[in-house]
């Protein structure tokens, strides 16, 4: 990330700091799944958490559809032993979703971690299932990250972007993977600036 976004997402994330719960939530939602938003990646993953005392969770499930369907977007809330002060979700598009899921190399990783084929809602109930006991690797798919670097992560190979972070680790295209980190932090950083100054 360039120091001038860093800039941007530490000026938004004081900026909505002592919004009330609600707005809070929709600045963090329209933020960080503006990549999705915009039609560049298929989900994003958001832990909406703030303070003890707020009832994130349950604020989240009554205006959630209120919030995305307007976008053409869908959304699953992971369990986390019922946690009212926070809400990790995942926003996604229904047709970039299958799209991801649906290549012959993600198909060879969800079955061998037991995932059923060419179901996008069976497989995103079995992902839920998955997080009751762990965090299921092969999210990385679900994110729409490149199924060789899900697999390298899962094999616990050595990443080739080690010393340049992004959305992920990469082991194969890092130049391919590096465009797609820079389209993703543009669009972030794209939402927050309008959101600083105004545009919710």
């Not at 809602?121 to 060789?148: N, Q, T, V, W």
Request: charged residues 30%; positive net charge; contains cysteine.
């Amino acid at each position: 990330m360039t120091e001038r976004n860093a800039n941007i997402i530490r000026d938004f994330m004081e900026y909505i700091k002592n919004y009330d719960t609600e707005k809070f939530i929709k600045c963090m939602l329209y933020c960080f799944s503006a990549p999705t938003i915009k039609g560049i990646k298929a989900s994003c993953l958001i832990n909406f958490r703030r303070r003890k005392d707020e009832n994130i969770r349950n604020l989240w499930i009554s205006h959630a559809d209120e919030w995305l369907k307007p976008l053409g977007l869908e959304w699953i809330l992971f369990d986390q032993q019922n946690k009212h002060d926070s809400a990790l979700v995942l926003i996604y598009r229904r047709k970039l979703l299958i799209k991801a899921l649906g290549c012959d190399e993600a198909c060879k990783i969800l079955k061998s971690h037991g995932y059923p084929l060419h179901d996008v809602d069976a497989c995103l109930e079995c992902l839920r299932g998955k997080f009751c006991s762990g965090f299921p690797h092969e999210i990385g798919l679900f994110l729409d990250y490149p199924p060789e670097d899900v697999k390298g992560f899962i094999e616990g190979k050595c990443a080739k972007n080690s010393g340049c972070p992004g959305y992920w680790k990469v082991y194969g295209d890092v130049r391919k993977a590096k465009r797609k980190f820079k389209k993703y932090k543009r669009a972030e950083c794209d939402a927050a600036q309008r959101i600083l100054t105004g545009g919710l």
